[in-house]
């Protein structure tokens, strides 16, 4: 009889401790940020805009928010936090669910390098899923990722831009079978080593206006339909 309380024991206590097979695999970044912007919460007379995105997005929504004042209000939710975690989808869930959305311009995909472009397909259709819940009515635009250039010789792309492409054509085949809108903010940068600042990610001053231009001008079409 003892021996089977062990047996029993020790069975239990390996349920526990052993991860369930269908969980997600979890890759992060040394460090995780999260930063959301919501203004505008006592304007009721304007359509609200988000922007999800990443630091790229960070740069230029000021310039978008300039750009279409007066005519939208605009918030960003732009995170460290990629396809294949499923955190990321919380942090969607969780901004989304407080404040109602007329128009989401989204995009993910220069983080999560520790995920394969397999698990980032598997992935999007969730992210969509929980944006279209979130917000059934609002239209949606999706944002192709941009280059990537070697960091002080920004004259040349970096191995992870054959990435941001494989990603970029995965993310437009997803989008055209679902009827959503695509900014290609991918072909505006890719021949523009100049607008890039010297870590070869982010943009100085002119890619940033640039980025942020494209983008109002396609939310303020949408605006306009």
């Known amino acids: 009889m003892k021996a089977s309380w062990c047996m029993l024991l020790c069975v239990t206590l390996g349920a526990m401790i052993a991860p369930a097979a269908n969980a997600p695999r979890i890759v992060r970044e040394e460090i995780e940020w999260l930063d959301v912007w919501v203004p505008g919460n006592s304007v009721k007379n304007l359509p609200r805009v988000l922007l999800i995105g990443d630091s790229i997005t960070r740069g230029y929504y000021k310039e978008v928010e ?34 109602k959305f007329d128009i989401v311009h989204f995009n993910n995909g220069l983080h999560g390098w520790g995920y394969t472009e397999e698990e980032y397909a598997a992935a999007l259709p969730e992210l969509l899923a929980a944006i279209r819940k979130s917000a059934p009515k609002a239209q949606l635009v999706w944002a192709m990722t941009t280059p990537v250039r070697t960091a002080d010789r920004i004259e040349q792309f970096d191995a992870k831009t054959e990435r941001v492409k494989a990603r970029n054509v995965i993310a437009d085949e997803i989008m055209k079978k679902e009827g959503i809108m695509v900014n290609d903010l991918y072909s505006l940068l890719k021949d523009k080593s100049d607008w890039y600042s010297r870590d070869g990610v982010h943009l100085n001053a002119n890619g940033t206006k640039a980025l942020g231009a494209q983008v109002a001008e396609m939310l303020g079409m949408l605006k306009a339909e």
Do not use: H, N, W, Y
């Open 66 to 99: 300039d750009r279409l004042k007066g005519k939208v209000t605009v918030a960003r939710l732009t995170t460290s936090k990629s396809l294949g975690d499923p955190a990321f989808i919380d942090e969607v869930r969780l901004i989304m669910g407080q404040t």
